[in-house]
């Protein structure tokens, strides 16, 4: 039963350089997410997919990009990696049935700029 | 835009005795849903507890409890008979069927520690 999926799960990158976390999950959700969480913080929103060939942007969306080809995969791309983000990175999935709005969360990807 | 606002940074208690943990949220929506998450060390994002906002009555589970006051908005968890596994990060998060398709608003969380 893996739910939501990310790899890696800590990550140090240089200052311009990129890369892609990935994010995978096995419930069959239509709602993807992107997250941030920094230190002291609550979770912001980055982006999200409400179903494959559909995403928007959220809260904090400057210096990320996504896409979403499939219904189980969410990447979550990186470009020209700066220190403001450094972070942890949650994926998160969910469906809306009725009152059952649970997110499930990936274990989270600590990523460090230097 | 929703805000989650979480006013007590840390938390103590002692095994065994009652902690309740405030959550104060701002809305004009009329029907959504209310979560508290736990963050233990391992950085896993693990539901607690969820509240609908239709419902009067106050959510529970097992050891863990809402004061749900619609129009208060306030949404407090208690845990009772804590747990030295109870100590971790509790989020309190706010979600809508307006909101970015039903992301969630998080407060910033406050700390509980639980000492023997």
């Known amino acids: 039963n893996a739910g939501v999926t990310q790899t890696p799960k800590f990550r140090i990158l240089k200052i311009g350089q990129s890369m892609t976390l990935q994010c995978a999950q096995d419930m069959n959700h239509n709602y993807m997410y992107w997250y941030r969480q920094d230190p002291g913080m609550g979770l912001k929103l980055i982006y999200y997919?409400?179903?494959?060939?559909?995403?928007d942007k959220g809260e904090v969306p400057n210096g990320y990009n996504v896409s979403r080809s499939t219904t189980e995969d969410f990447p979550l791309r990186l470009e020209l990696a700066a220190p403001s983000q450094t972070s942890v990175y949650f994926c998160?999935?969910?469906?809306?049935?009725?009152?059952?709005?649970?997110?499930?969360f990936g274990q989270g990807t600590r990523l460090t700029v230097v | 835009a929703q805000t989650v606002t979480q006013s007590q940074p840390e938390m103590s208690v002692q095994e065994a005795e009652t902690v309740t943990l405030s959550c104060t949220y701002d809305?004009?929506?009329?029907?959504?849903?209310l979560f508290w998450y736990k963050q233990p060390p391992s950085r896993q994002m693990i539901l607690v507890i969820r509240?609908?906002?239709?419902?009067?009555q106050n959510a529970t589970e097992n050891r863990f409890s809402v004061n749900f006051q619609k129009a208060a908005k306030s949404f407090s968890l208690k845990i009772s008979d804590s747990q030295l596994g109870d100590a971790a990060m509790y989020f309190c998060?706010?979600?809508?069927?307006?909101?970015?398709?039903?992301?969630?608003?998080f407060g910033k969380g406050t700390s509980l520690l639980v000492t023997p």
């Open positions: 997919s409400v179903g494959a060939g559909i995403t």
């Open positions: 998060a706010y979600g809508d069927y307006s909101n970015s398709g039903y992301a969630l608003n």
């Open positions: 509240q609908e906002a239709y419902k009067q």
């Open positions: 998160a999935s969910s469906e809306k049935q009725g009152a059952r709005t649970e997110a499930f």
């Open positions: 809305t004009s929506e009329s029907d959504y849903y």
